[in-house]
């Protein structure tokens, strides 16, 4: 008799070459229409998939997993962030989980780099002009002026692998680098990044011209940039996120840029993705906030990896080993 062979469920899709990968691998479902799953066909891939290979647009909550069939044995979560998934509730329940770290490190940090430009230099609102018909004057020394960052001061709200890949980057547009992490980085890698620890967050947020977010979501981080804490910034200061919306208190964040008590933001993730607070989209038009939607990882070359790292995870997995992206209690 013929085992049956496991069946992997993937809610979005995935670029050309891991799809072929996968159906040359696995008994595939993949997703037709590219349409975020509605929690309904969510609940009924949980019941009847082995595998399911989830997106950061999947809320996958303790209710959901309730819901999830005996066969479910791992949740291959096709991203590096996992917030969107209640790990504990699946670890609970013997799901395995994995994510994709690594391979979406260095586009990330250049999509931070490139909003911190985007920002300063105010790279988004310029390139409007000229197909909006508005460069009536021609160039002049007071028209359209930015900030500086050579020499400004940044500090990295968490330094993990994004964050020490931003650092590097930094430094090489004559940045001062500062950080706040649970842990200080190893002393080699302080020392090659030149990089400033700070134990507290607040004395950091204090100095700094430039704050980037680049830690993962989780309860201890939800608002850690806090009203309060966003009130201790400069007002010339720019607050950039490529990490997790919910890591701000975006509402307090577009209070303090409407009063002029933070200059400006670059925000590439949002609390309540794919909707975006009517008043940061005012903000943009204002030419105040440079907004992207979740663009992070999105080159050919990252989301590929990331579906290689996906693909190892299950074949381990499937092989009977532990996958090499497992998520450990000790990480939530
Ligand atoms: O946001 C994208 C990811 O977590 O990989």
Redesign the pocket.
């Known amino acids: 008799m013929s085992k049956r062979k496991p069946l992997v469920v993937v809610t979005r899709r995935l670029p050309d070459a891991v799809e072929t990968r996968m159906r040359e691998l696995f008994d595939v479902r993949l997703s037709p229409d590219d349409a975020a799953m509605p929690a309904d066909a969510l609940a009924a891939a949980l019941r009847e998939a082995d595998v399911l290979v989830p997106t ?1 647009t999947d809320e996958i909550d303790a209710g959901l997993l309730a819901q999830a069939g005996p066969n479910l044995r791992l949740i291959a979560n096709f ?3 996992v917030d969107h998934i209640d790990v504990a509730a699946a670890l609970e329940r013997g799901i395995t989980v994995t994510n ?1 770290p690594g391979v ?1 490190t260095e586009d990330t940090a250049d999509m931070t780099m490139a909003l911190i430009l985007a920002v300063a230099r105010r790279v988004t609102e310029g390139a409007r002009i000229i197909p909006d018909d508005d460069w009536t004057t021609g160039w002049s020394p007071t028209w359209m002026l930015g900030r500086r960052i050579t020499g400004k001061r940044l500090g990295i709200v968490g330094m993990g692998r994004i964050g020490q890949a931003l650092a590097k980057r930094a430094r090489a547009f004559g940045l001062q680098v500062h950080y706040h992490n649970r842990r200080r980085v190893p002393a080699a890698i302080e020392s090659a990044l030149d990089a400033t620890y700070w134990e507290s967050l607040d004395q950091m947020l204090a100095r700094v011209d430039i704050v980037s977010v680049n830690c993962p979501h989780t309860p201890a981080t939800y608002h850690l940039l806090s009203a309060r804490r966003l009130k201790l910034l400069k007002p010339e200061a720019i607050v950039v996120n490529t990490a997790r919306g919910e890591v701000i208190d975006e509402n307090a964040l577009a209070r303090l840029i409407e009063a002029g008590d933070v200059s400006a933001a670059g925000l590439d ?1 949002f609390e309540q993705e794919p909707a975006v607070s009517p008043r940061l989209v005012k903000l943009a038009r204002q030419g105040k906030v440079v907004l992207l939607p ?1 663009m ?2 999105a080159t050919y070359e990252s989301r590929t990896d ?1 579906g290689e790292k996906v693909i190892i995870n299950i074949k381990t997995f499937m092989d009977g080993h532990r996958p090499p992206d497992r998520i450990l209690p000790s990480m939530l």
Do not use: F
């Open positions: 950061v991203g590096n962030g994709t979406l993730v979740h992070g990882s990331m």
